[in-house]
């Protein structure tokens, strides 16, 4: 995955969207966060990953790469409003041995939680890096998660423009 050129794209589309809604004086940190809850708690939703008791229906890859792909718009814009936007290489990926989906849900939620108090890079790389493992345990590729995030960037600022013209 080319995370430098997702950090670019999610810039554009950060600037675009607080231009078009003028939120550029706005702290959208905590809003961010919420967001990226809301998107995992989506993703353990769709895979049903925590429901032990029952059996588990075959959900579509796409369905579940579409709720990834939405929770990997606020990790990329949490990224670039730290300013780690240049510092984050998937290349250098931490090991993360875990193999189940839902424990894997709660390492990223405890990550999310943790960056919210202590804002460091690392508490960030530790974030991330188990946002890509969850997506290796959900079954999606790196190249697959990438091509997602950026048509549906595409989408997004086509959006955009559309709004800013009726406005």
């Known amino acids: 995955m080319n995370t430098a050129k997702l950090f670019t794209i999610q810039e554009v589309l950060d600037q675009r969207i607080e231009k078009a809604y003028k939120l550029q004086d706005e702290c959208l940190m905590d809003k961010k966060i919420v967001a990226l809850l809301a998107e995992l ?22 369905k579940i790469l579409e709720r990834y792909v939405n929770g990997m718009f606020y990790i990329l814009s949490i990224g670039c409003e730290l300013g780690f936007q240049n510092r984050l290489y998937s290349e250098c990926r ?20 943790i960056l919210r108090v202590r804002n460091t890079f690392e508490i960030y790389r530790v974030l ?13 590729s790196q190249a697959e998660v990438e091509e997602a995030y950026i048509a549906k960037s595409d989408v997004h600022l086509k959006r955009l423009q559309e709004d800013i013209v009726h406005v």
């Not at 839902?102 to 405890?110: D, G, N």
């Not at 991330?128 to 999606?140: C, K, P, Q, W």
């Open 128 to 140: 991330y890096f188990n946002y890509l493992h969850l997506a290796d345990l959900l079954g999606l």
């Open 41 to 62: 708690g989506s993703i353990a939703n769709a895979t049903r990953c925590y429901k032990y008791w029952d059996e588990k229906e075959e959900v579509s890859k796409g």
């Open 94 to 113: 931490i090991h993360i041995g875990e193999q189940d989906v839902a424990t894997q849900v709660l390492h990223v939620f405890e990550a999310i939680s």
